[in-house]
């Protein structure tokens, strides 16, 4: 389901291409894919806080039915259903574009690929091996990890069991965690983590606890009380959970004893972080990498939402730190850093899920070196995690698992 890219660049579209990109991008449902309608209540276009707009229909079946609350599908950011409203630009737009071409009712045709970089960022280091996964198989998901040297993968998402395991190949190995709470359920997943020794660790927003299972699915522990709301997990070469907490701005380092299910020491490594969501710890050097969400008041200037990496050593002491304004000058387009992890090497890599991109920024003993490694084929990445050779990327855009790998070592695409 690898889709082939050969579109062209905006400046050169005809306005009938515009107008095309206008319904693809902006007229339809980025979660369902259905045309926003005013005239069917389930189609409205809805603004959420966060300023992404979902039809009512799929606001409804991604909302928490007590909590009235949900998890944007782009951003992450927690949203109130009480807090949306009708998005009436779009209304208008949609009417405008009506009025004047009133004969075109066949849904416009999908360009592949995504169209909003910039020239000659599609020349990456990295290329589309294998793709899967695609809506029902995933539902909007959110957290991706990989179980050791075997490269089995376990996605987090919203279907009704919350965890799906799946081998290198994508084939579906097994389900757990079903939806709900209580001992071996999950409520509202969004980052997993693998330990070395193969215990698999969920944050659960909806439950606000950090939850521990074996490969099989089997509950082992649940950590609760402890948190406000848990958002990014790792763990480090001593299967000790790392876990961020949005809401009370810290990172924690928890040790566990997996083979009797009980916490043996909860430790907050940093107190003073903004919003910090993505976790990642690498195994080579003990480096953790947190990725916060600055609050309007420390933006950098610009209407851009700011986001700022953090490097902490072992012993997390402060390494390096920059933000998504300062990487941008470096760069031909704004850089809305949103997930992170290390490579093999100990390289940073974060995503860029509004232009689709993941970047290397180098190993961050000095200024951070922008390199594209892949730009092809990807929607929205939400994760990503690094297995040898290979790049396994997590796209909540179409809901798939995206494998990327050298060119001479790319085997023929699903």
């Given amino acids: 389901m690898a889709k082939s890219l050969g579109s062209p660049s905006r400046g050169s579209l005809s306005p009938e ?38 039809c009512l229909e799929c606001i409804t079946a991604l909302s928490h039915p007590l909590l009235r609350k949900l998890e944007c599908p782009f951003c992450r950011q927690l949203c109130s259903v009480d807090s949306t409203s009708h998005c009436q630009v779009l209304s208008d737009l949609q009417e405008l574009l009506l009025w004047r071409s009133p004969t075109s009712s066949a849904p416009p045709h999908r360009p592949k690929g995504n169209l909003g970089l910039a020239t000659g960022l599609r020349s990456t280091a990295l290329h589309l091996c294998t793709a899967f996964g695609g809506w029902g198989t995933l539902i909007n998901p959110t957290g991706i990890a990989v179980l050791g040297s075997s490269g089995t993968i376990v996605v987090v998402h919203d279907g009704e069991k919350r965890v799906a395991v799946f081998s290198p190949q994508g084939k579906k190995l097994h389900r757990f965690g079903r939806r709900g709470r209580g001992s071996g359920a999950i409520c509202y997943p969004v980052d997993v983590a693998v330990t070395p020794c193969g215990y698999v660790v969920v944050t659960d927003a909806g439950d606000k606890a950090v939850k521990v299972f074996t490969s099989r699915g089997n509950h082992v522990l649940t950590l609760k009380d402890c948190f406000q709301l848990p958002w990014g997990v790792d763990t480090d070469s001593s299967a000790h959970i790392l876990v961020s907490d949005v809401q009370a701005g810290t990172l924690s380092r928890i040790k566990v004893d997996y083979n009797h299910g009980a916490t043996q020491e909860h430790q907050t490594a940093v107190s003073d972080l903004q919003h910090p969501k993505a976790v990642a710890c690498c195994r080579l050097t003990g480096n953790t990498a947190v990725m916060e ?35 941008s000058l470096q760069s031909t387009v704004w850089l809305n850093m949103s997930g992170v992890a290390f490579d093999r090497d100990g390289d940073v890599l974060v995503i860029d899920s509004n232009q689709g991109i993941v970047w290397s920024l180098g190993k961050l003993q000095s200024d951070p070196v922008l390199t594209p ?30 494998i990327y790998t050298s060119k001479s070592e790319s085997g023929p695409t699903k």
Avoid: W
């Fill in 373 to 402: 490694l892949v730009g092809d084929h990807l929607i929205r990445p939400g994760g990503l995690v690094s297995l040898n050779n290979m790049l396994v990327i997590l796209d909540s855009g179409d809901h798939t698992v995206k």
């Fill in 17 to 54: 291409g515009i107008l095309r990109e206008i319904q693809i991008n902006l007229l339809e449902c980025k979660v369902c894919f259905e045309k926003f309608n005013t005239q069917q209540r389930e189609r409205r276009p809805q603004n959420l806080s966060c300023g992404h707009v979902l």
């Fill in 293 to 327: 969400h600055l609050t309007d008041d420390t933006h950098a200037p610009g209407k851009h939402q700011c986001t700022r990496l953090r490097v902490f050593t072992k012993d997390f002491h402060l390494l390096y730190q920059t933000d998504s304004f300062s990487l």
